[in-house]
């Protein structure tokens, strides 16, 4: 794969000065399109999860539904929202909704080059308002486009069809690694919090969610062994206001790690919370099957949303971050919340949970263990994210260069 030979520079303000080949054309994105207007609004009450036809909004696949819109060939550009200038191409027979632009190509214009070029345009940079972005067919006809002849518009279509399948294909399977290694992550948990290290003798708990245990360990309740904090403080008065304040998104689900910090001033916050000290755990009580607990390793406050938990017989608190992490409590929490509409467990319903109880010196070397082979786990988790990452940019990178002109595409497509 070459450059092309005869280059010429262009006024095209998005390309930022970049040159292109000199026999492509400058041009408007109106001038690619025999029509370019919003979709017709549909209610959510139409959208099924199922259906003869399929809806597509602003940031893709909404649902399906009984009726159609289109068919054919289209581009669809999201309007609004903080995703606005999406760039989708779908084919068949579908409705649009009011939330997408839909993009029509004129006859000699390959509708797959012309969506790879739009969505290089970075199209969202044209949002006109802060509260609700959003962008409209008038800003998006009138930008200035360079256009390659049709038959190499077909040929960087084809190029990138093929070369963004290959880098998708393994994105895939690196994500379905790290799947298991997510998989494996909570197995390793679950057994050596719930089974312990020592390949002790096991014994039926009684309990249908622990099975069997070891036999030397205790098996309690939480209402029994576990004590939550009460009573708020205005989290606008000092020193509350300058302390961190974890809500259930600041933790990541089924890992134990605190993300983001920030404190209540930061945040805003102006209604009740609890405080928290540096050890204690922190349950997020809604939605309890993204399985969101973590260890404060400071004194903190905690939103209405979360549980400040301490035991009350001086267990291991890492010890219990594990064993809320392991399979059988977080499957007690989850079906238990799932009675309302919004899952949320409440404290005496939290309080039927089955509780374990190894001895103390146990309790340590198993976190030590599972800390142990937890971070090896993470590590190759963090080492597969950064490939994909890579990947992401790899082919980003390469898109913006067929498109610009920056390779010749042509003589490999």
């Known amino acids: 794969m070459t450059s092309h030979s005869g280059r010429k520079p262009s006024a095209i303000r998005w390309l930022r000065g970049l040159p292109v080949p000199a026999h492509w054309k400058d041009s408007k994105v109106k001038y690619l399109t025999l029509q370019m207007r919003a979709g017709e609004t549909i209610t959510a009450e139409a959208i099924e999860r199922t259906g003869a036809y399929p809806v ?77 972005p959003g962008i409209g067919t008038a800003q998006v006809s009138a930008l200035e486009v360079p256009v390659p002849p049709t038959d190499e518009q077909r040929a960087i279509a084809d190029f990138l069809d093929r070369e963004t399948a290959r880098i998708d294909t393994l994105i895939e399977e690196q994500q379905r690694l790290i799947d298991l290694l997510r998989e494996r992550r909570a197995a390793v948990i679950t057994c050596g919090a719930v089974e312990g290290i020592d390949h002790a003798p096991l014994v039926d708990s009684g309990n249908v969610y622990l099975g069997a245990v070891p ?72 939605r309890p099957a993204l399985n969101k607990v973590a260890v404060a390793d400071e004194d903190c406050l905690t939103s209405a949303d979360m549980y400040a938990i301490s035991s009350r017989k001086g267990d291991d608190h890492r010890y219990l971050l594990y064993y809320m992490l392991a399979r059988p409590f977080h499957t007690f929490a989850t079906l238990t919340s799932q009675r309302v509409k919004m899952p949320k467990i409440n404290r005496e319903e939290l309080g039927e949970a089955p509780w374990l109880r190894p001895p103390f010196d146990e309790q340590r070397r198993i976190v030590a263990c599972l800390d142990e082979q937890t971070s090896k786990i993470d590590t190759l988790i963090a080492e597969t994210e950064r490939f994909i990452e890579l990947a992401r940019e790899r082919r980003s990178a390469l898109i913006t260069a067929a498109v610009t002109g920056q390779i010749d595409v042509r003589e490999v497509a």
């Not at 289209?74 to 649009?96: P, S």
């Not at 606008?236 to 089924?254: F, K, S, Y």
């Not at 134990?256 to 000290?277: F, L, N």
């Open 56 to 132: 597509y909004g602003g940031n893709g696949l909404r649902g399906y539904t009984s009726a159609k819109t289109h068919t054919g060939t289209r581009i669809l550009i999201g309007r609004q929202g903080a995703l606005c200038g999406n760039v989708h191409l779908v084919d068949g027979e579908f409705w649009a909704s009011e939330h997408a632009i839909v993009v029509h190509a004129r006859d000699g214009v390959d509708p797959r080059w012309c969506a790879h070029l739009l969505r290089v345009m970075n199209l969202g940079q044209y949002s006109q308002t802060v509260a609700q």
């Open 215 to 286: 036999v030397h360990w205790t098996v309690g309740r939480f209402s029994r062994d576990v004590a939550i904090n009460g009573g708020q403080v205005d989290p606008r008065e000092d020193p509350w206001a300058d302390m961190v304040l974890v809500a259930p998104n600041h933790i990541e689900g089924g890992t134990g790690a605190i993300v983001g910090r920030e404190t209540a001033r930061e945040q805003g916050a102006d209604s009740g919370k609890y405080v928290a000290t540096a050890g204690q755990l922190l349950y997020s009580k809604i």
